[in-house]
């Protein structure tokens, strides 16, 4: 039996989120929020957080800055389970990236300092370590610029070994949408983008043309829509899955949270329907809480969500 379910190779980085400032931010004036969390942050962290919340085994490649937010980014980490023991320093003294969100009710300004985000290279990579599992995942593949050229070659090389691999692209903030990303999909069992990404990467105006596209080069295309749940296209046929009826308050990091609990289903080879609707399910759990991972932390919260949303979980444990 390999040593993990899953292994990561990504971001790790915290975000602070700032709730309740005017949309138009005036130059020269003090603007004060309402609210604010410093939470665990970096699409790639908190798939690895919230699998391992979900009993999954996860190993976790990434690089962190020689500073204090790295190191508590770490601990939220490891605190979850992951396995961190590839986690290492940048040699350059990059220092850790930081993502600020200001929410805005229903939208939000991402603001984004890279740093080791951006540095995580192929060299960087144990492939024994990130073998040693039945499947990789990988995200933000549009921050991650230094390992962009060679994701493909380190897909072929997973794949070859026998692991199957999921990506989310996430934004990308050239917005060109390239990077060799269709050579990348070739590789991909699992491609989890939002319906915003799906468009921009296909160029197509109609989300079934996209999925369509897609789905004859990826053999399962899953697309996330916000309070609109999900669908997914495997081969010609296509499947939709409602969301789950919540009190939504924050969706910071529901579409990573929707990835674990997905890909926690696929590698135990649930149909496409349980596997969306665990997605779902962990999605919904997200929105309850600011951040990506705080729903997930919050272990009597966490239980009783799930408890209380049995029929979905019954259903996942059929598959
Ligand atoms: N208001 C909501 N009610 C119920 N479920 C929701 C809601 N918002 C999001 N979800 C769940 O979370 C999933 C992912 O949401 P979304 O489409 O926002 O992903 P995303 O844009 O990739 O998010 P991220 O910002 O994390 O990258 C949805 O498919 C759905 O299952
Ligand atoms: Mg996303």
Redesign the pocket.
Known sequence: MPRFDVTIAGELNLDLVLYGLPAELAPERELLASDMMFTLGG?SA?VAHNLALLSNRVGFISRLGDDSMGQIALQRLAAAGVDVSQVRRAADGTATGLSVILQHGTWRN?LTYPGTISKLCFEDLDFDYLSSARHFHLSSFYLQTALQPRVAELFQELKAVGLTISM?T??DPDDRWQGGLWDVLRYVDVF??????VLKITGEPKLEDATRRLAEIVPLVV????????IAQCGTDRFS?R????D?ID?????????A?FISQYIRDADVETCLAY??????L??TRPG?TEAFRERPHREEFFRENAIALENSSHG
């Open positions: 699409s908190i991402i989310d996430n934004d989890l983008p939002n319906e915003r990404e697309v996330k829509r916000g309070a609109e749940g999900a899955s969301p789950m009826k919540v939504a969706t910071i990091g529901a579409g990573d949270s929707f990835d609990g997605g779902n399910l962990a999605g919904a997200s929105t990506g």
